[in-house]
């Protein structure tokens, strides 16, 4: 036995390496389960095997994610039950609770409550911490701490030099967690309650996509069984972000959390048209849901006959009247069609049963499910209330005009109607060029049929993007459980981009929530922000810039090549010098030119990747269609061509937004180049 150290990292190495040794026990303890023990049928078997298997998984020991990353050192005694069973003043803070043989923790998991100061406690309120202690980590060693004292006057407020490098450190590989700096604004939306719904307005790099995936963990530790019955979703812009994104749950410990474009989550017809923009403006306004509730409703009638329902020798008769009594109650209530349609012959029957009851009989309820059975019953529901097939339905409000006027009437003016019916009607749902578009239609429908059964709780990223029926679509998946609505709405690049996040949020069903902003940008340097900022007051007036919470002079280069001849050329070049740097480069351009590029830089001899590819130490170059940029980041950005990323859209303002975007994605240095003349609103 060595005698305890006294050197203070060596003791918190100690720590570390004994944490570890625990972790290792703790799925050497799941590893030895026994299962033919505890399983009774196979199936059982089999889940218990999986959940296992996760659990074996969860508790891997990762070399280069350090198993803790703070202390905290309280005043008094904190209480079990805000400690996961802890003890005692001294804690550590790690992604997941590790506990020692005896079940004392070891590691505290960063989403519990005695967790919660070392994001929180400040000088002004210390929140009964002494000390918070960060450490530094390099290849997986512990080399470093820094300590802050709160509740010592005398000593001085300083940066942290941990949490600059953990910002400063190269971006290569997917989306990495912040467990070990999020910040006190950032942590008040992630560890809000789960009840309400909260919208995130914020300027490109304050963090938003990394506040929603940790907010999902939270929620996830703070509701598991209530989540896990219900279910939680990611929502991203497109595949390239949701692979960008897709390892930070994970690495958070949660594999369970679904990712989802809106397009998959409509995808009840195969989309392969385009529509004009002015068509899917229009089939995405909020309008259309009423122009499809008609339309869902349309096949309605009135009986003309009464229904006359045989039973042995009897016969029961219910008059036009009665028929039309229940039809119209039925009609004027807010159920769903289909729930209405299966109702319907319940109703005939329950009114048959009190005509068998008034005639002297006592039947019971299998009389009259016999009854709604009954052929007669049946065809009156059929003719009166004949079955919805949601995407024939919308196959036939886009293909046929009078039955579009007849739904849209006072709705939808005749220009509107015109230009929403399909030029090329396919014949049939399978040989239709749906649109995008048309698949949120088809969706709605669907929900008019029948309820979309609601999660637990959405994250809604680039939340700006989406049109209002769209945002019905989403809202729709979270009726009875709460969302988190990030975006910015100086990003917005749709013709139909969200103007007012209160607007959106009345739209998703969630008038009430609370609109919170990010100002403080992690990302992008000083110089870089502030001259993409210029932008604002075109694309977005009355949105404040972000700050940055770094200034790295010389950051910002803007070069212009008189030769639109050797801009290919100097671009490619720019690239190689960025790629003489440590980290990630994107090379952002126009849609238009990607091809261009591809071709130069094959032939310099540069390899590239394809955004949503992971870029690693090999494979550092991504080459980026502006339209795809969004969300993504690199160390290092080349921009060629701004007037042509500007022409690339359809109008000056969807144009100059989507510069904003291509320009605010680098974390160390962006790179301009030019032949044209730059956008006056960057003011040359
Ligand atoms: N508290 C933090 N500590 C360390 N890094 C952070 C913190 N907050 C954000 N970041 C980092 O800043 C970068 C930008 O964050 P993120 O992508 O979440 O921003 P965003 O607001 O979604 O940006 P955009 O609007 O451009 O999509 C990411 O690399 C993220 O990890």
């Not at 999020?182 to 914020?202: F, N, S």
């Not at 801009?567 to 980290?583: K, Q």
């Not at 955004?611 to 494979?619: M, Q, R, V, Y």
Request: aromatic fraction near 4%; charged fraction near 25%.
């Amino acid at each position: 036995m060595h005698a305890p150290t006294t050197d203070p990292l060596q003791r918190e190495r100690d720590h570390l390496a004994a944490s570890r040794a625990a972790l290792t026990a703790m799925r050497e303890d799941v590893e030895s389960l026994d299962l033919r023990d505890v399983t009774g049928t196979w199936v059982s078997a089999a889940v218990l095997q999986r959940q296992v298997t996760d659990r074996i998984a969860a508790l891997a020991d990762l070399a280069h994610t350090p198993l803790f990353f703070g202390r905290l050192d309280y005043l008094h005694a904190i209480s079990e039950d805000l400690a996961e069973g802890g003890t005692g003043e001294q804690f550590y803070i790690g992604r997941r609770h590790v506990h020692d043989a005896a079940g004392d923790p070891m590691v505290i998991d960063w989403r519990a409550p005695v967790s919660q100061p070392f994001y929180r406690a400040s000088r002004t309120d210390p929140l009964d911490v002494e000390r918070r202690r960060r450490f530094g980590y390099t290849g997986g060693e512990l080399t470093a701490y820094e300590d802050e004292h709160l509740t010592d006057p005398a000593e001085a407020d300083s940066a942290s030099a941990l949490l600059a490098a953990e910002i400063e450190k190269p971006r290569v590989g997917p989306m990495r967690d912040i467990v070990a700096t999020i910040q006190p604004e950032q942590d008040e939306i992630v560890r809000a309650e789960i009840g309400g719904t909260v919208c995130v307005q914020g300027a490109p790099g304050t963090g938003k996509t990394a506040v929603g995936l940790h907010r999902v963990a939270y929620l996830l530790y703070a509701h598991r069984e209530r989540l896990a019955r219900t279910g939680t979703l990611v929502i991203g812009p497109n595949s390239s972000f949701l692979s960008y994104i897709e390892q930070v749950l994970p690495a958070l410990g949660e594999l369970d959390v679904a990712q989802a474009t809106v397009q998959q989550l409509v995808a009840h017809v195969e989309v392969r048209g385009e529509d004009p923009s002015e068509a899917a403006r229009i089939k995405g306004d909020a309008r259309m849901a009423e122009v499809l509730r008609r339309a869902v409703r349309s096949g309605i009638t009135l009986p003309t006959e009464p229904c006359v329902v045989v039973r042995g020798s009897r016969r029961y008769r219910v008059p036009v009247q009665e028929l039309t009594g229940i039809i119209e109650e039925l009609a004027g209530r807010e159920i769903r069609y289909g729930a209405a349609r299966e109702a319907l012959p319940q109703r005939i029957a329950h009114t048959v049963l009190l005509k068998m009851e008034q005639g002297g009989e006592a039947p019971d309820d299998r009389v009259q499910d016999a009854v709604a059975r009954n052929p007669q019953v049946k065809a009156v529901v059929k003719e009166c209330w004949p079955p919805v097939d949601p995407a024939k339905l919308v196959h036939r409000l886009l293909t046929d005009a009078a039955f579009l006027a007849e739904c849209a009437q006072g709705v939808l003016d005749a220009g509107e109607q015109a230009a929403i019916l399909w030029t090329k009607p396919g014949r049939s749902v399978k040989t239709a060029r749906w649109t995008a578009a048309d698949a949120v239609l088809v969706d709605e429908a669907t929900d008019l049929v029948q309820r979309t059964s609601s999660l637990g709780h959405v994250v809604l990223d680039e939340a700006q993007d989406l049109s209002p029926m769209q945002y019905r679509a989403v809202g729709r998946r979270c009726t009875t459980g709460s969302a988190t609505v990030l975006g910015d709405l100086a990003q917005g690049t749709t013709p139909w981009a969200t103007a007012s996040w209160q607007d959106a949020l009345h739209h998703l069903g969630k008038a009430g929530a609370h609109v919170e902003e990010l100002t403080k940008g992690f990302r992008v340097p000083e110089e870089v922000i502030a001259y993409a900022s210029r932008l604002l007051p075109a694309i977005a007036p009355g949105l404040a810039p972000a700050t940055s919470i770094r200034d790295l002079p010389g950051s910002l280069a803007v070069r212009h090549v008189p030769s639109p001849d050797d801009l290919v050329e100097s671009v490619v070049e720019a690239c190689r010098l960025a790629l003489g740097h440590e980290g990630s480069t994107g090379l952002i351009a126009a849609d238009a030119r990607i091809p261009l590029f591809a071709e130069a830089l094959t032939a310099a001899g540069l390899a590239f990747l394809a955004p949503g590819t992971e870029t690693s130490a090999e494979a550092r170059l991504t080459l980026v269609p502006a339209s795809l940029a969004k969300g993504l980041e690199y160390d290092y950005v080349v921009l060629d061509e701004p007037a042509a990323v500007v022409a690339g859209e359809p109008d000056e303002r969807t144009g100059l937004r989507r510069l904003y975007v291509a320009l605010t994605r680098a974390v160390s240095g962006l790179q301009l180049l030019h032949s044209e003349a730059l956008p006056v609103q960057l003011g040359a």
